[in-house]
């Protein structure tokens, strides 16, 4: 959590967000979270506030309630707090990241959330800036720090990492196959030159890209996802933090959580059903509902 939190409120952000972004999925949170926010006031936390969409739409639908927005991206929160500014005194944004989800909700003494939402991933802001290097469609630094208080950047690990251990985060978090191949050019190419930009990366897994599967994708999606979650080591932190916020959610709440790749959704789905397992134990009655948003099944 971050004690100096009003930096991000300085930060002058002139572009429209409403414009640049529409949550996705909102009418099915919406409807997902009814039951628990309908009759009563009630706290939401929104665990990756980003941009506010999803945050707006709940302050409007539901009027009694107060939100809990964090995100460990400031120039998100500077956004949100002026999408938000109409729901000022209902609304607490903090800057940190979703596994402190306890302790902020403590800091603000309010009562326990009936409702919790993940909206897992990076953000269009994050894809959209071109100078944060989230992107292979654009040359820019390799940073891909969500915080950029944080010191690991995208860079220093194609610069640090030994072969073995850059094999295995492509593999592991990119799902790459052809991942022993881009470990090993990374590690022929840096001792030419630094490898310190995006269209330089792209350059080299292209260029280790066998003719026969250059059509099947971008060669750069999966190292850049493979480093986007080790830089913010993201698949560590909501391993911690859904157990928490199960934890945390008052009697009869919900928790939302969108995920948008294979290795996210098989972590909220293992504590899911850990956590509601060993909760029926003891005699609770729980439910748990995993839909698909593509077909709504
Ligand atoms: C998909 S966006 C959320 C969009 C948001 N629901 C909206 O409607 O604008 C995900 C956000 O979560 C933030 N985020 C990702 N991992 C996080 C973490 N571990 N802790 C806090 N925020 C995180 C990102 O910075 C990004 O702003």
Not at 12 to 26: E, Q, S, T
Not at 83 to 101: K, Q, T
Request: aromatic share 6%; with cysteine.
């Amino acid at each position: 959590m971050d004690g100096n939190q009003p930096q991000w409120k300085e930060q002058g952000l002139p572009m429209n967000f409403r414009d640049i972004h529409i949550p996705v999925l909102k009418e099915r949170t919406l409807s997902l979270f009814a039951p628990a926010l309908d009759t009563r006031a009630a706290v939401v936390i929104d665990a990756t506030v980003g941009m506010g969409g999803h945050a707006e739409s709940i302050l409007r639908r539901f009027p009694d309630v107060h939100l809990i927005g964090l995100d460990r991206d400031q120039q998100a929160l500077a956004i949100a707090a002026k999408r938000l500014v109409e729901f000022e005194s209902r609304i607490r944004l903090v800057h940190a990241v979703y596994d402190e989800i306890q302790p902020v909700w403590r800091e603000t003494g309010w009562s326990r959330p009936l409702g919790i939402l993940f909206d897992l991933g990076v953000s269009s802001l994050h894809l959209d800036s071109v100078d944060r290097g989230f992107s292979y469609a654009h040359d820019a630094p390799l940073d891909m720090r969500m915080n950029a208080q944080d010191s690991l950047t995208a860079a220093a690990i194609l610069a640090g990492y030994d072969e073995a251990h850059l094999r295995r985060i492509f593999e592991t978090y990119g799902e790459e196959k052809l991942s022993a191949r881009y470990a090993r050019a990374i590690i022929a190419e840096r001792v030419v030159r630094p490898i310190e930009r995006s269209g330089h990366l792209v350059t080299i897994l292209q260029a280790a890209t066998p003719a026969a599967l250059m059509n099947s994708g971008h060669p750069a999606k999966r190292v850049f996802q493979a480093l986007r979650i080790e830089v913010n080591s993201e698949l560590a932190v909501l391993e911690r933090a859904i157990p928490e916020a199960i934890e945390l959610l008052a009697l009869n709440g919900r928790i939302v959580v969108m995920s948008y790749q294979s290795l996210e959704d098989k972590i909220v789905r293992e504590n899911f059903l850990d956590v509601l397992s060993a909760t029926c134990r003891q005699g609770f009655l729980s439910y748990l509902s995993i839909t698909c948003p593509s077909c709504d099944c």
